[in-house]
Protein backbone atom coordinates (compact mmCIF):
# COMPACT_ATOMS: atom_id res chain seq x y z
CA UNK A 1 0.00 0.00 0.00
CA UNK A 2 1.54 3.50 -0.98
CA UNK A 3 2.71 5.67 1.97
CA UNK A 4 0.66 8.96 1.85
CA UNK A 5 3.82 11.40 2.35
CA UNK A 6 3.55 14.65 4.01
CA UNK A 7 7.05 16.23 3.17
CA UNK A 8 5.80 19.69 4.65
CA UNK A 9 5.55 18.10 8.04
CA UNK A 10 9.45 18.87 9.60
CA UNK A 11 9.61 16.93 12.72
CA UNK A 12 12.79 17.85 14.75
CA UNK A 13 13.98 14.74 16.91
CA UNK A 14 15.51 15.28 20.20
CA UNK A 15 16.80 12.47 22.45
CA UNK A 16 18.63 12.22 25.86
CA UNK A 17 20.41 8.75 24.40
CA UNK A 18 21.57 8.91 21.13
CA UNK A 19 24.72 6.48 19.42
CA UNK A 20 28.37 7.91 20.32
CA UNK A 21 31.95 6.56 19.08
CA UNK A 22 32.46 5.55 22.35
CA UNK A 23 29.25 3.74 22.08
CA UNK A 24 27.78 2.91 18.54
CA UNK A 25 24.93 1.21 19.92
CA UNK A 26 23.28 3.55 22.51
CA UNK A 27 20.16 4.84 21.44
CA UNK A 28 20.18 3.53 18.06
CA UNK A 29 16.13 3.29 18.12
CA UNK A 30 16.13 7.51 17.81
CA UNK A 31 18.08 6.56 14.48
CA UNK A 32 15.49 3.84 13.15
CA UNK A 33 12.77 6.00 14.33
CA UNK A 34 13.78 9.05 12.22
CA UNK A 35 14.14 6.29 9.37
CA UNK A 36 10.42 5.39 9.60
CA UNK A 37 9.06 8.93 10.25
CA UNK A 38 11.39 9.92 7.40
CA UNK A 39 9.42 7.73 4.84
CA UNK A 40 6.31 10.15 5.37
CA UNK A 41 7.71 13.04 6.82
CA UNK A 42 10.60 15.81 6.64
CA UNK A 43 12.75 14.58 9.94
CA UNK A 44 15.87 16.26 11.43
CA UNK A 45 17.67 14.93 14.34
CA UNK A 46 19.77 17.20 16.30
CA UNK A 47 22.12 16.12 19.20
CA UNK A 48 24.90 17.82 21.35
CA UNK A 49 27.71 16.27 22.25
CA UNK A 50 30.16 17.33 24.51
CA UNK A 51 34.06 18.04 23.38
CA UNK A 52 37.40 18.80 24.48
CA UNK A 53 37.13 23.09 23.71
CA UNK A 54 34.85 22.73 21.04
CA UNK A 55 32.88 25.87 20.94
CA UNK A 56 29.90 25.72 19.21
CA UNK A 57 30.91 23.56 15.99
CA UNK A 58 28.52 21.68 14.19
CA UNK A 59 27.94 19.34 10.87
CA UNK A 60 25.02 18.52 8.87
CA UNK A 61 24.68 14.63 7.72
CA UNK A 62 22.09 13.56 4.96
CA UNK A 63 21.38 10.14 5.71
CA UNK A 64 18.92 7.46 4.39
CA UNK A 65 15.34 9.70 4.79
CA UNK A 66 16.41 12.21 7.45
CA UNK A 67 18.56 14.44 8.12
CA UNK A 68 21.00 14.75 10.93
CA UNK A 69 22.89 18.23 12.83
CA UNK A 70 25.97 16.99 15.18
CA UNK A 71 26.75 20.18 17.10
CA UNK A 72 29.97 19.80 19.23
CA UNK A 73 30.47 22.05 22.69
CA UNK A 74 33.11 22.73 25.15
CA UNK A 75 32.83 19.66 27.23
CA UNK A 76 35.79 21.49 29.99
CA UNK A 77 35.07 23.19 33.29
CA UNK A 78 32.58 23.34 35.65
CA UNK A 79 29.34 21.35 35.49
CA UNK A 80 27.27 24.94 35.07
CA UNK A 81 29.77 26.04 32.67
CA UNK A 82 29.18 22.82 30.15
CA UNK A 83 25.41 22.86 30.84
CA UNK A 84 25.75 27.02 29.56
CA UNK A 85 28.27 26.04 26.53
CA UNK A 86 25.86 22.88 25.38
CA UNK A 87 22.43 25.22 25.48
CA UNK A 88 24.61 28.01 23.55
CA UNK A 89 24.99 24.86 21.02
CA UNK A 90 21.47 23.71 21.24
CA UNK A 91 20.83 27.10 20.06
CA UNK A 92 23.28 27.34 17.58
CA UNK A 93 21.60 24.24 16.01
CA UNK A 94 17.97 25.22 16.18
CA UNK A 95 19.14 28.48 14.12
CA UNK A 96 19.61 26.09 11.44
CA UNK A 97 15.90 25.20 11.13
CA UNK A 98 13.64 26.65 8.80
CA UNK A 99 10.25 25.55 10.26
CA UNK A 100 9.60 22.81 13.26
CA UNK A 101 5.78 21.89 13.14
CA UNK A 102 6.23 19.05 15.65
CA UNK A 103 9.59 18.19 18.24
CA UNK A 104 9.84 14.42 19.46
CA UNK A 105 11.33 14.29 22.53
CA UNK A 106 12.78 10.78 22.97
CA UNK A 107 13.86 9.37 26.99
CA UNK A 108 13.24 11.97 29.67
CA UNK A 109 16.75 11.82 31.24
CA UNK A 110 19.33 13.62 31.33
CA UNK A 111 18.53 15.82 28.21
CA UNK A 112 14.48 16.93 28.45
CA UNK A 113 15.53 20.02 29.59
CA UNK A 114 16.43 20.57 26.08
CA UNK A 115 12.51 19.25 24.34
CA UNK A 116 11.28 22.12 26.50
CA UNK A 117 13.69 25.03 24.64
CA UNK A 118 13.15 23.22 21.63
CA UNK A 119 8.86 23.61 22.66
CA UNK A 120 9.30 27.15 23.75
CA UNK A 121 11.39 28.38 20.52
CA UNK A 122 9.13 26.78 18.03
CA UNK A 123 6.04 26.77 19.79
CA UNK A 124 4.67 23.72 18.06
CA UNK A 125 3.37 20.42 19.66
CA UNK A 126 6.03 18.48 21.55
CA UNK A 127 5.31 14.28 22.08
CA UNK A 128 7.66 13.57 24.93
CA UNK A 129 8.11 9.38 24.30
CA UNK A 130 9.97 7.29 26.84
CA UNK A 131 12.37 4.34 26.60
CA UNK A 132 13.61 4.22 29.97
CA UNK A 133 13.55 1.88 33.38
CA UNK A 134 13.78 4.65 35.99
CA UNK A 135 10.02 4.93 36.47
CA UNK A 136 9.98 1.75 36.86
CA UNK A 137 9.00 1.35 41.07
CA UNK A 138 12.16 -1.24 41.79
CA UNK A 139 14.91 0.86 40.11
CA UNK A 140 17.55 1.82 41.95
CA UNK A 141 17.48 5.07 40.36
CA UNK A 142 17.06 8.40 42.60
CA UNK A 143 15.38 11.26 40.92
CA UNK A 144 17.17 14.51 42.10
CA UNK A 145 15.63 17.76 42.49
CA UNK A 146 16.33 18.75 39.05
CA UNK A 147 15.00 15.18 37.46
CA UNK A 148 11.64 15.68 39.19
CA UNK A 149 11.37 19.45 38.15
CA UNK A 150 12.21 18.38 34.40
CA UNK A 151 9.55 15.53 34.48
CA UNK A 152 6.78 17.51 36.11
CA UNK A 153 7.68 20.58 33.50
CA UNK A 154 7.50 17.59 30.65
CA UNK A 155 4.17 16.76 32.22
CA UNK A 156 3.11 20.42 31.50
CA UNK A 157 4.03 21.12 28.29
CA UNK A 158 3.73 17.76 26.64
CA UNK A 159 1.13 17.98 24.20
CA UNK A 160 1.45 13.90 24.30
CA UNK A 161 3.49 11.65 26.36
CA UNK A 162 4.11 8.24 25.22
CA UNK A 163 5.00 5.00 26.59
CA UNK A 164 6.62 2.13 24.23
CA UNK A 165 4.45 -0.63 26.01
CA UNK A 166 1.81 -1.18 27.87
CA UNK A 167 4.13 -2.08 31.04
CA UNK A 168 5.78 0.81 30.50
CA UNK A 169 2.62 3.04 30.58
CA UNK A 170 1.19 1.52 33.96
CA UNK A 171 4.66 2.89 35.40
CA UNK A 172 4.88 5.89 33.89
CA UNK A 173 1.16 6.82 34.93
CA UNK A 174 2.13 7.19 38.48
CA UNK A 175 4.19 10.07 37.69
CA UNK A 176 1.66 11.53 35.49
CA UNK A 177 -1.57 10.78 36.91
CA UNK A 178 -3.94 13.17 35.31
CA UNK A 179 -1.99 13.05 32.08
CA UNK A 180 -3.63 10.06 29.52
CA UNK A 181 -0.51 8.20 28.16
CA UNK A 182 -0.23 6.69 25.06
CA UNK A 183 1.46 3.12 23.16
CA UNK A 184 3.47 3.60 20.58
CA UNK A 185 6.61 0.58 20.38
CA UNK A 186 9.53 0.64 18.49
CA UNK A 187 9.32 -1.04 15.01
CA UNK A 188 11.59 -3.87 13.50
CA UNK A 189 12.48 -4.57 10.15
CA UNK A 190 10.60 -7.24 9.24
CA UNK A 191 11.96 -7.09 5.72
CA UNK A 192 15.41 -8.39 7.78
CA UNK A 193 13.78 -10.95 10.25
CA UNK A 194 12.22 -13.03 8.25
CA UNK A 195 11.94 -17.10 9.20
CA UNK A 196 13.54 -19.64 8.17
CA UNK A 197 13.21 -23.34 8.32
CA UNK A 198 14.82 -24.48 11.12
CA UNK A 199 17.82 -27.58 10.86
CA UNK A 200 16.94 -30.52 13.05
CA UNK A 201 19.57 -31.37 15.03
CA UNK A 202 19.97 -33.44 18.33
CA UNK A 203 21.41 -30.04 20.33
CA UNK A 204 19.08 -27.29 21.16
CA UNK A 205 19.93 -23.96 20.63
CA UNK A 206 19.40 -21.24 23.10
CA UNK A 207 19.84 -17.64 22.02
CA UNK A 208 20.53 -14.47 24.44
CA UNK A 209 21.19 -11.06 23.01
CA UNK A 210 21.55 -8.17 25.59
CA UNK A 211 24.09 -5.71 27.00
CA UNK A 212 24.48 -8.14 30.18
CA UNK A 213 23.39 -5.41 32.31
CA UNK A 214 23.67 -6.83 35.74
CA UNK A 215 21.29 -4.74 37.21
CA UNK A 216 18.31 -5.17 34.83
CA UNK A 217 19.54 -8.47 32.61
CA UNK A 218 20.53 -11.05 34.76
CA UNK A 219 23.12 -12.77 33.37
CA UNK A 220 24.19 -14.41 36.31
CA UNK A 221 20.38 -15.99 36.44
CA UNK A 222 21.29 -17.15 33.02
CA UNK A 223 24.27 -19.02 33.43
CA UNK A 224 23.00 -20.36 36.98
CA UNK A 225 20.33 -21.89 35.08
CA UNK A 226 22.45 -23.51 32.61
CA UNK A 227 24.10 -24.74 35.20
CA UNK A 228 21.66 -26.68 36.56
CA UNK A 229 20.35 -27.94 33.08
CA UNK A 230 23.81 -29.31 32.74
CA UNK A 231 22.69 -31.91 35.41
CA UNK A 232 19.67 -33.00 33.38
CA UNK A 233 21.22 -33.18 29.63
CA UNK A 234 24.23 -31.89 27.99
CA UNK A 235 21.94 -31.91 24.45
CA UNK A 236 21.66 -27.73 24.15
CA UNK A 237 23.77 -24.84 23.52
CA UNK A 238 23.25 -20.84 24.36
CA UNK A 239 24.63 -18.17 22.17
CA UNK A 240 25.08 -14.80 24.22
CA UNK A 241 25.56 -11.92 21.87
CA UNK A 242 26.46 -8.69 23.53
CA UNK A 243 27.84 -5.28 22.32
CA UNK A 244 29.59 -4.98 25.33
CA UNK A 245 32.86 -6.30 27.56
CA UNK A 246 31.20 -9.60 28.18
CA UNK A 247 34.43 -11.12 29.94
CA UNK A 248 33.66 -10.94 33.80
CA UNK A 249 30.57 -13.55 32.32
CA UNK A 250 32.49 -15.58 30.39
CA UNK A 251 35.02 -16.37 33.32
CA UNK A 252 31.74 -16.52 35.80
CA UNK A 253 31.03 -19.38 33.13
CA UNK A 254 34.10 -20.77 33.13
CA UNK A 255 34.08 -20.81 37.37
CA UNK A 256 30.42 -22.74 37.15
CA UNK A 257 31.98 -25.70 34.94
CA UNK A 258 29.25 -24.78 32.04
CA UNK A 259 31.29 -22.61 29.67
CA UNK A 260 31.60 -25.05 27.35
CA UNK A 261 27.64 -24.55 26.53
CA UNK A 262 28.05 -20.90 26.41
CA UNK A 263 29.52 -19.05 23.06
CA UNK A 264 29.96 -15.23 23.68
CA UNK A 265 30.25 -13.41 20.85
CA UNK A 266 29.85 -9.75 19.51
CA UNK A 267 29.36 -6.76 19.24
CA UNK A 268 27.28 -6.95 15.71
CA UNK A 269 25.52 -5.10 13.55
CA UNK A 270 21.99 -5.53 13.40
CA UNK A 271 21.79 -7.25 10.44
CA UNK A 272 24.43 -9.54 11.42
CA UNK A 273 21.84 -10.51 14.42
CA UNK A 274 19.18 -12.54 11.78
CA UNK A 275 20.79 -15.80 11.24
CA UNK A 276 21.28 -16.12 15.02
CA UNK A 277 17.39 -16.19 15.62
CA UNK A 278 16.88 -18.46 12.76
CA UNK A 279 19.50 -21.05 14.08
CA UNK A 280 17.49 -21.14 17.33
CA UNK A 281 15.27 -23.27 18.85
CA UNK A 282 14.29 -20.63 21.39
CA UNK A 283 15.06 -17.04 22.36
CA UNK A 284 15.86 -16.60 26.35
CA UNK A 285 15.44 -13.56 28.33
CA UNK A 286 15.60 -13.43 32.11
CA UNK A 287 15.42 -10.03 32.91
CA UNK A 288 13.99 -7.97 36.39
CA UNK A 289 12.51 -5.16 33.95
CA UNK A 290 12.36 -4.21 29.76
CA UNK A 291 10.56 -1.32 29.18
CA UNK A 292 9.85 -2.64 25.44
CA UNK A 293 12.32 -5.28 24.65
CA UNK A 294 13.22 -4.70 20.55
CA UNK A 295 14.88 -8.10 20.87
CA UNK A 296 11.58 -9.94 21.84
CA UNK A 297 9.96 -8.18 18.87
CA UNK A 298 13.18 -9.67 16.62
CA UNK A 299 12.78 -13.04 17.71
CA UNK A 300 8.95 -13.74 16.98
CA UNK A 301 9.80 -12.03 13.34
CA UNK A 302 11.71 -14.91 12.69
CA UNK A 303 9.51 -16.99 13.90
CA UNK A 304 11.33 -18.13 17.24
CA UNK A 305 9.93 -18.96 20.55
CA UNK A 306 10.65 -17.17 23.40
CA UNK A 307 11.28 -18.07 26.86
CA UNK A 308 11.06 -14.74 29.23
CA UNK A 309 10.14 -13.08 32.14
CA UNK A 310 6.91 -11.13 32.30
CA UNK A 311 8.70 -7.50 31.02
CA UNK A 312 8.44 -5.39 28.39
CA UNK A 313 6.38 -7.06 25.35
CA UNK A 314 6.72 -10.13 26.99
CA UNK A 315 4.97 -9.27 30.05
CA UNK A 316 1.37 -11.75 30.13
CA UNK A 317 3.20 -13.99 27.20
CA UNK A 318 0.87 -16.06 25.78
CA UNK A 319 2.00 -19.91 25.88
CA UNK A 320 1.62 -19.92 21.82
CA UNK A 321 4.20 -17.53 21.55
CA UNK A 322 6.64 -18.68 24.38
CA UNK A 323 7.07 -19.33 27.83
CA UNK A 324 6.53 -17.43 30.87
CA UNK A 325 8.95 -17.62 33.88
CA UNK A 326 9.42 -16.18 37.04
CA UNK A 327 11.73 -13.53 37.81
CA UNK A 328 15.05 -14.92 39.74
CA UNK A 329 13.58 -18.00 39.60
CA UNK A 330 16.60 -20.29 38.50
CA UNK A 331 14.35 -23.48 38.36
CA UNK A 332 11.51 -22.01 36.66
CA UNK A 333 14.06 -20.93 33.67
CA UNK A 334 15.62 -24.53 33.77
CA UNK A 335 12.46 -26.30 33.47
CA UNK A 336 11.69 -24.17 30.58
CA UNK A 337 14.85 -24.70 28.34
CA UNK A 338 14.24 -28.36 29.73
CA UNK A 339 10.74 -28.78 27.69
CA UNK A 340 12.00 -27.17 24.37
CA UNK A 341 15.10 -29.95 24.67
CA UNK A 342 12.56 -32.59 25.34
CA UNK A 343 9.82 -31.45 22.74
CA UNK A 344 7.55 -31.03 25.08
CA UNK A 345 6.20 -27.66 23.70
CA UNK A 346 5.92 -27.15 20.09
CA UNK A 347 5.25 -24.07 18.67
CA UNK A 348 3.85 -22.73 14.95
CA UNK A 349 6.49 -20.41 13.50
CA UNK A 350 3.40 -19.26 11.12
CA UNK A 351 1.55 -17.89 14.08
CA UNK A 352 4.72 -16.24 16.02
CA UNK A 353 5.51 -14.01 12.87
CA UNK A 354 2.01 -12.80 13.07
CA UNK A 355 2.59 -11.26 16.15
CA UNK A 356 5.41 -9.83 15.48
CA UNK A 357 3.47 -7.91 12.83
CA UNK A 358 2.37 -5.81 15.61
CA UNK A 359 5.99 -4.25 15.47
CA UNK A 360 6.42 -4.08 12.28
CA UNK A 361 7.38 -0.82 10.52
CA UNK A 362 3.66 -0.17 8.41
CA UNK A 363 2.46 -0.85 11.68
CA UNK A 364 3.73 1.78 13.86
CA UNK A 365 4.16 4.23 11.51
CA UNK A 366 0.50 4.16 10.99
CA UNK A 367 0.36 4.66 14.91
CA UNK A 368 2.78 7.26 14.66
CA UNK A 369 0.25 8.80 11.97
CA UNK A 370 -2.40 8.89 13.87
CA UNK A 371 -0.98 10.95 17.06
CA UNK A 372 0.58 13.50 14.89
CA UNK A 373 -2.76 13.83 12.73
CA UNK A 374 -4.71 14.56 15.55
CA UNK A 375 -2.12 17.01 17.00
CA UNK A 376 -0.20 18.72 13.98
CA UNK A 377 -2.45 21.13 11.95
Not at 11 to 30: A, D, H, R
Not at 66 to 80: A, C, F, K, P, T
Not at 123 to 135: K, M, R, T, V
Request: glycine content about 4%; overall charge positive.
Amino acid sequence: MPIDVNKQTHILLLSSWYPTEKNPFLGNFVQRQAQLLGQKYSVTVIHTVASNGAQSISKKLEHNGYSEIVIHYNGNGHILARKRQERIALLHAFKQLKNVDLIIGNVLLPKGWQFLIAKKIFQCPLFYIEHGSYFHQNSVFKWSRIHRWIRKKIGKKATAIIAVSEVLKVDMQRHFPKRKIEVVGNHIDSELFVPKKKENTSITQFLHVSTLDPYTKNPKGIIDACKLLLDETDQFKLTIVCDEDSSVWMSYAESQNCSEKLKFIGPLEWGELTPHYQNSDAFVLFSDYESFSIVIAEAWSTGTPVISTSVGIASNLEDKFGIQVQKQDLQSLKTAMLSIINGEKVFDPVQIVSKAAEYNAATILKKWTKLIKKHVR
